[in-house]
Nanobody, 117 residues
Framework: QVQLVESGGGLVQPGGSLRLSCAASGSIGSFYAMGWYRQAPGKQRELVAHILRGGTTTYADSVKGRFTISRDNARKKVYLQMNSLEPEDTAVYYC???????????WGQGTQVTVSS
């Protein structure tokens, strides 16, 4: 059974930083992509950043230059470093894992990020 557990959310002032972490457990093999999505109240879930097995990254335009996604394959973890946070970044952030061989997709339970003064 695959599980994703996020951590690192919280309340931060505009301009501040947070680092989200997501740890995967269970049988996922070596061929998987990981990413972060977010969902603000009243809005659809949207992609924030995505990282492929080889390290290729994709970012939403709204976070380019402010957020950095990285992964540790040995520990089956993915991170999201968020700098220069804005109130518009307030949302529940979800970790996502896509297994390339089985095409299965998994989600974490979500972690709240609130940017407010």
């Amino acid at each position: 059974q695959v599980q994703l557990v996020e951590s690192g959310g919280g309340l931060v002032q505009p301009g501040g930083s947070l680092r989200l972490s997501c740890a995967a457990s269970g049988s996922i093999g070596s061929f998987y992509a990981m990413g972060w999505y977010r969902q603000a109240p009243g809005k659809q879930r949207e992609l924030v950043a995505h990282i492929l097995r080889g390290g290729t990254t994709t970012y939403a335009d709204s976070v380019k230059g402010r957020f950095t996604i990285s992964r540790d394959n040995a520990r089956k973890k993915v991170y999201l470093q968020m700098n220069s946070l804005e109130p518009e970044d307030t949302a529940v952030y979800y970790c996502n894992l896509f297994v390339e061989t089985t095409r299965d997709m998994y989600w974490g339970q979500g972690t709240q990020v609130t940017v407010s003064s």
